[in-house]
Protein backbone atom coordinates (compact mmCIF):
# COMPACT_ATOMS: atom_id res chain seq x y z
CA UNK A 1 0.00 0.00 0.00
CA UNK A 2 1.38 3.33 -0.88
CA UNK A 3 2.82 5.55 1.46
CA UNK A 4 1.24 9.26 1.35
CA UNK A 5 1.52 12.98 2.87
CA UNK A 6 -1.51 14.86 2.05
CA UNK A 7 0.54 17.83 3.82
CA UNK A 8 -0.59 20.27 5.53
CA UNK A 9 -4.41 22.18 4.52
CA UNK A 10 -4.81 24.09 1.51
CA UNK A 11 -7.42 26.14 3.54
CA UNK A 12 -6.62 27.93 7.01
CA UNK A 13 -10.30 26.75 8.11
CA UNK A 14 -12.08 23.36 8.31
CA UNK A 15 -14.22 22.29 4.99
CA UNK A 16 -17.45 23.57 5.14
CA UNK A 17 -18.04 20.83 2.68
CA UNK A 18 -15.47 17.82 2.59
CA UNK A 19 -15.80 17.08 -0.77
CA UNK A 20 -14.65 20.43 -2.10
CA UNK A 21 -10.99 18.93 -0.92
CA UNK A 22 -11.02 16.34 -3.66
CA UNK A 23 -9.18 18.57 -6.26
CA UNK A 24 -6.70 19.46 -3.51
CA UNK A 25 -6.71 15.55 -2.42
CA UNK A 26 -6.06 14.43 -6.33
CA UNK A 27 -3.41 16.71 -7.05
CA UNK A 28 -1.24 15.99 -4.23
CA UNK A 29 -2.02 12.12 -3.99
CA UNK A 30 -2.95 11.88 -7.47
CA UNK A 31 -6.40 9.71 -8.68
CA UNK A 32 -5.74 6.56 -6.85
CA UNK A 33 -7.72 4.26 -4.00
CA UNK A 34 -5.16 5.23 -0.87
CA UNK A 35 -6.38 1.37 0.45
CA UNK A 36 -6.20 -0.40 -3.34
CA UNK A 37 -3.95 1.50 -5.61
CA UNK A 38 -6.62 1.30 -8.45
CA UNK A 39 -6.51 4.36 -10.25
CA UNK A 40 -10.05 5.94 -10.54
CA UNK A 41 -11.18 8.97 -12.69
CA UNK A 42 -14.46 8.66 -12.06
CA UNK A 43 -16.48 7.99 -8.25
CA UNK A 44 -12.89 8.67 -6.36
CA UNK A 45 -14.55 9.41 -3.29
CA UNK A 46 -12.90 11.71 -0.53
CA UNK A 47 -12.66 9.31 2.55
CA UNK A 48 -13.05 9.77 6.05
CA UNK A 49 -10.43 8.19 8.51
CA UNK A 50 -12.49 7.90 10.99
CA UNK A 51 -16.56 7.76 9.45
CA UNK A 52 -18.18 10.76 9.52
CA UNK A 53 -21.41 8.58 10.06
CA UNK A 54 -20.20 8.00 13.79
CA UNK A 55 -21.22 11.00 16.07
CA UNK A 56 -18.02 10.95 17.95
CA UNK A 57 -16.19 12.45 15.32
CA UNK A 58 -18.62 14.75 14.07
CA UNK A 59 -16.25 17.11 14.67
CA UNK A 60 -13.72 15.85 11.64
CA UNK A 61 -16.43 15.80 9.06
CA UNK A 62 -14.15 18.84 7.14
CA UNK A 63 -10.69 18.35 8.74
CA UNK A 64 -7.70 17.77 5.81
CA UNK A 65 -6.19 15.18 8.39
CA UNK A 66 -9.15 13.49 9.01
CA UNK A 67 -9.28 13.05 4.26
CA UNK A 68 -8.18 10.32 2.18
CA UNK A 69 -8.87 9.08 -1.14
CA UNK A 70 -10.97 5.79 -2.08
CA UNK A 71 -12.94 3.74 -4.28
CA UNK A 72 -16.11 2.76 -4.44
CA UNK A 73 -15.12 -0.66 -3.06
CA UNK A 74 -12.86 0.35 -0.18
CA UNK A 75 -15.12 3.16 0.71
CA UNK A 76 -18.14 1.10 1.26
CA UNK A 77 -16.45 -1.76 2.94
CA UNK A 78 -14.50 0.34 5.19
CA UNK A 79 -18.26 2.41 5.79
CA UNK A 80 -18.75 3.55 9.67
CA UNK A 81 -16.54 1.25 10.85
CA UNK A 82 -14.93 2.62 13.79
CA UNK A 83 -11.17 3.31 13.13
CA UNK A 84 -8.92 3.16 16.17
CA UNK A 85 -5.99 5.03 15.10
CA UNK A 86 -3.40 3.02 17.36
CA UNK A 87 -4.87 -0.49 16.02
CA UNK A 88 -4.65 0.32 12.05
CA UNK A 89 -2.41 1.06 10.10
CA UNK A 90 -3.03 4.08 7.66
CA UNK A 91 -0.80 5.42 4.66
CA UNK A 92 -0.52 8.38 5.63
CA UNK A 93 1.17 8.25 8.67
CA UNK A 94 2.71 4.48 8.76
CA UNK A 95 5.03 3.06 5.85
CA UNK A 96 2.11 0.39 4.13
CA UNK A 97 4.74 -0.06 1.90
CA UNK A 98 6.47 -2.49 3.95
CA UNK A 99 3.33 -4.07 5.80
CA UNK A 100 2.40 -5.79 2.89
CA UNK A 101 3.41 -8.28 0.40
CA UNK A 102 1.72 -9.00 -2.56
CA UNK A 103 1.26 -12.46 -3.76
CA UNK A 104 0.83 -13.52 -7.77
CA UNK A 105 -2.48 -14.74 -7.12
CA UNK A 106 -3.41 -10.83 -6.35
CA UNK A 107 -4.03 -11.25 -2.44
CA UNK A 108 -2.34 -8.89 -0.12
CA UNK A 109 -0.94 -10.38 3.20
CA UNK A 110 0.34 -8.79 6.15
CA UNK A 111 4.37 -8.54 5.21
CA UNK A 112 7.08 -10.93 7.67
CA UNK A 113 8.96 -7.74 8.40
CA UNK A 114 5.02 -6.29 9.97
CA UNK A 115 4.66 -9.54 11.51
CA UNK A 116 8.21 -9.75 12.98
CA UNK A 117 7.89 -5.96 14.88
CA UNK A 118 4.56 -7.05 16.17
CA UNK A 119 2.33 -4.91 13.56
CA UNK A 120 0.85 -8.44 11.81
CA UNK A 121 -2.58 -7.57 13.46
CA UNK A 122 -2.66 -4.04 12.91
CA UNK A 123 -1.59 -4.93 9.47
CA UNK A 124 -4.48 -7.01 9.09
CA UNK A 125 -7.06 -5.28 10.30
CA UNK A 126 -6.49 -2.30 7.69
CA UNK A 127 -7.13 -5.26 4.75
CA UNK A 128 -10.09 -6.49 7.21
CA UNK A 129 -11.23 -2.99 7.48
CA UNK A 130 -11.33 -2.04 3.77
CA UNK A 131 -11.91 -5.37 2.61
CA UNK A 132 -8.91 -6.00 0.89
CA UNK A 133 -8.53 -9.46 2.50
CA UNK A 134 -11.51 -10.79 0.24
CA UNK A 135 -10.66 -13.52 -2.14
CA UNK A 136 -10.82 -12.78 -5.66
CA UNK A 137 -14.64 -13.34 -7.40
CA UNK A 138 -15.98 -15.67 -10.05
CA UNK A 139 -16.57 -13.68 -12.98
CA UNK A 140 -16.58 -15.82 -16.36
CA UNK A 141 -16.68 -14.91 -19.64
CA UNK A 142 -19.20 -16.74 -22.19
CA UNK A 143 -16.03 -18.53 -22.87
CA UNK A 144 -14.77 -19.20 -19.27
CA UNK A 145 -12.37 -16.73 -19.17
CA UNK A 146 -12.27 -14.61 -16.02
CA UNK A 147 -13.49 -11.27 -16.22
CA UNK A 148 -11.20 -8.84 -14.15
CA UNK A 149 -14.05 -6.85 -12.35
CA UNK A 150 -12.38 -7.19 -9.07
CA UNK A 151 -9.75 -6.17 -6.89
CA UNK A 152 -8.28 -8.86 -6.19
CA UNK A 153 -7.80 -9.82 -10.54
CA UNK A 154 -6.91 -6.55 -11.25
CA UNK A 155 -4.75 -6.27 -9.13
CA UNK A 156 -3.41 -9.50 -11.18
CA UNK A 157 -3.41 -8.11 -14.06
CA UNK A 158 -1.58 -5.23 -13.08
CA UNK A 159 1.29 -7.61 -12.01
CA UNK A 160 1.20 -9.40 -15.73
CA UNK A 161 1.51 -6.37 -17.29
CA UNK A 162 4.51 -4.89 -14.75
CA UNK A 163 6.31 -8.94 -15.43
CA UNK A 164 5.58 -8.09 -19.12
CA UNK A 165 7.60 -4.35 -19.02
CA UNK A 166 10.71 -5.71 -16.81
CA UNK A 167 10.83 -8.21 -19.29
CA UNK A 168 11.38 -5.67 -21.85
CA UNK A 169 13.17 -3.61 -19.65
CA UNK A 170 15.92 -6.39 -19.13
CA UNK A 171 16.36 -6.65 -22.61
CA UNK A 172 17.15 -3.06 -22.98
CA UNK A 173 17.81 -2.02 -19.71
CA UNK A 174 20.12 1.36 -20.76
CA UNK A 175 16.78 2.34 -22.83
CA UNK A 176 15.48 6.14 -20.91
CA UNK A 177 12.82 5.90 -22.87
CA UNK A 178 11.44 2.58 -22.33
CA UNK A 179 12.16 2.79 -18.83
CA UNK A 180 9.64 6.54 -18.91
CA UNK A 181 7.38 4.73 -20.95
CA UNK A 182 6.72 2.20 -18.12
CA UNK A 183 6.21 4.73 -15.68
CA UNK A 184 3.84 6.17 -17.39
CA UNK A 185 1.79 2.73 -17.90
CA UNK A 186 2.45 2.31 -14.13
CA UNK A 187 0.50 5.54 -13.47
CA UNK A 188 -1.85 5.22 -15.73
CA UNK A 189 -3.10 1.51 -13.84
CA UNK A 190 -2.40 2.17 -10.61
CA UNK A 191 -0.99 -0.57 -7.99
CA UNK A 192 1.85 1.18 -7.32
CA UNK A 193 2.80 -1.70 -4.71
CA UNK A 194 2.51 -4.09 -7.30
CA UNK A 195 4.94 -2.45 -9.46
CA UNK A 196 7.35 -1.93 -6.56
CA UNK A 197 7.27 -5.53 -6.05
CA UNK A 198 7.87 -6.60 -9.43
CA UNK A 199 10.82 -4.12 -9.83
CA UNK A 200 12.24 -4.96 -6.45
CA UNK A 201 15.58 -5.08 -7.89
CA UNK A 202 15.81 -2.23 -10.08
CA UNK A 203 16.52 0.90 -7.89
CA UNK A 204 16.51 2.92 -11.03
CA UNK A 205 12.45 2.26 -11.57
CA UNK A 206 11.95 2.26 -8.14
CA UNK A 207 13.47 5.85 -7.68
CA UNK A 208 11.41 6.56 -10.96
CA UNK A 209 7.69 5.22 -9.88
CA UNK A 210 8.84 6.55 -6.04
CA UNK A 211 8.87 10.13 -7.87
CA UNK A 212 5.98 9.94 -10.10
CA UNK A 213 3.30 8.99 -7.76
CA UNK A 214 2.31 12.12 -6.45
CA UNK A 215 2.73 12.46 -2.46
CA UNK A 216 5.33 9.17 -2.50
CA UNK A 217 8.48 10.70 -2.21
CA UNK A 218 7.11 13.42 0.65
CA UNK A 219 6.10 10.69 2.65
CA UNK A 220 9.61 10.15 3.75
CA UNK A 221 9.04 6.01 3.67
CA UNK A 222 11.62 5.98 0.91
CA UNK A 223 15.22 6.90 0.88
CA UNK A 224 15.41 9.22 -2.39
CA UNK A 225 19.05 8.29 -3.20
CA UNK A 226 18.52 4.31 -3.31
CA UNK A 227 15.16 4.26 -3.38
CA UNK A 228 15.09 1.67 -0.07
CA UNK A 229 12.65 1.87 2.25
CA UNK A 230 12.49 3.94 5.31
CA UNK A 231 10.87 2.36 8.25
CA UNK A 232 9.41 3.59 10.83
CA UNK A 233 7.85 5.95 8.62
CA UNK A 234 8.63 9.28 9.92
CA UNK A 235 5.09 10.55 10.18
CA UNK A 236 6.14 14.64 8.40
CA UNK A 237 2.86 16.07 9.79
CA UNK A 238 3.19 14.32 12.92
CA UNK A 239 0.00 12.49 12.73
CA UNK A 240 -1.64 11.16 15.49
CA UNK A 241 -0.45 7.09 16.32
CA UNK A 242 1.83 7.40 13.38
CA UNK A 243 5.32 5.69 12.73
CA UNK A 244 3.91 2.16 14.00
CA UNK A 245 6.13 0.37 10.97
Not at 4 to 27: E, Q
Amino acid sequence: MRPIRRNTSPRVTDFTDYTDAKPDLVARLGPYCSFCERRVMTQLAVEHVQPKGLPAYAHLIGRWNNFLLACVNCNSTKNKKDVVLSQVLLPDRDNTFVAFEYQDNGTVTASAQAIASGNGTVANNLLSLTGLDKAALNNPDENGKQVALDRVRQRMEALLCAQDALTSIRSQPENNMLRDAVVKLAKASGFFSVWMTVFNDDADMRLRLINSFPGTAESGCFDLISGNTVSPSPNPDALVAGGKI
